[in-house]
């Protein structure tokens, strides 16, 4: 039988979607050993502490995000990618709002996450890291070829693992695999389903499972408390708007 690993991103402090990738690895016949989380934790949803309390329980290792970074380490901004006045709000009010939300406990959780995890299976290395191996907000898009092309001669691990843009893709640059996972609590390709990958070591093969969860709820979870609507709606189009 091959050998499989699951990997989840961007959960965006949303527990219910979180709750439904979870139930439906489970469900898969995966153990939660074999799953890993390529940061991204908290920020934009209701729920950081509820959030970070199920992925605790279910020691699923994670490697910190810029916004598990931002919120962690108290940092005046999230390193999030700002190109207007408008998104600067935005981010603002995400970035307090979800400061003044996390328990300090969790926060302490999030500043000891690791930037990166390399492992070793089958004979494959495998990099975990949320965005660009070089920097924890550099985004990595799917056309990005000349970024690729130097993480590739720049790092050893055969395959790289990791989220940031929550744009699900894979291919193949410089004999090494690149893998974006996608989000589970903030997809933005127009899909609201959350998004996780299972990773066929073998065959060097992604799949990109969707699953639907409640999102009308945490939409208005979203719109009762202080948190921008805006991210409600971002929700309900599974896109950025």
Known sequence: MSKKLVFISDIHSNVEALKAVLADISQKGYSLADVYCLGD?????????ETLALLRQCGIVSVL??????????LPNCGCNINSENEKLRTQNSLAWTANHTSDDHKEYLRELEEQISLELTGRRI????ASPFAINEYVFENDLELQKEIASENDEDI??????????????????????????????GDNRA???????????AEFVRVRYD???????????ELLNV??????????V
Request: charged share 25%; hydrophobic share 35%; aromatic share 12%.
């Open 231 to 240: 991210f409600a709606e971002s929700l309900r189009k599974g896109r950025t």
């Open 160 to 189: 790289v693992i990791f989220g940031h843009t929550h744009l699900p893709y894979y291919k193949s640059v410089g004999g090494k695999m690149f893998i974006n996972v996608g989000s589970v609590g903030k997809p933005k390709d």
């Open 127 to 130: 990099l975990l890291t949320h």
């Open 65 to 74: 995000g810029n916004y598990d970074e931002a919120v962690g380490f108290y």
């Open 41 to 49: 934790l908290v920020g934009y949803g209701p729920r950081p502490n």
């Open 215 to 225: 999102v009308e709820k945490v939409a208005k979870e979203i719109e009762e408390s």
């Open 195 to 205: 998004c996780y990958c299972i990773l066929d070591l073998d065959t060097v093969k």
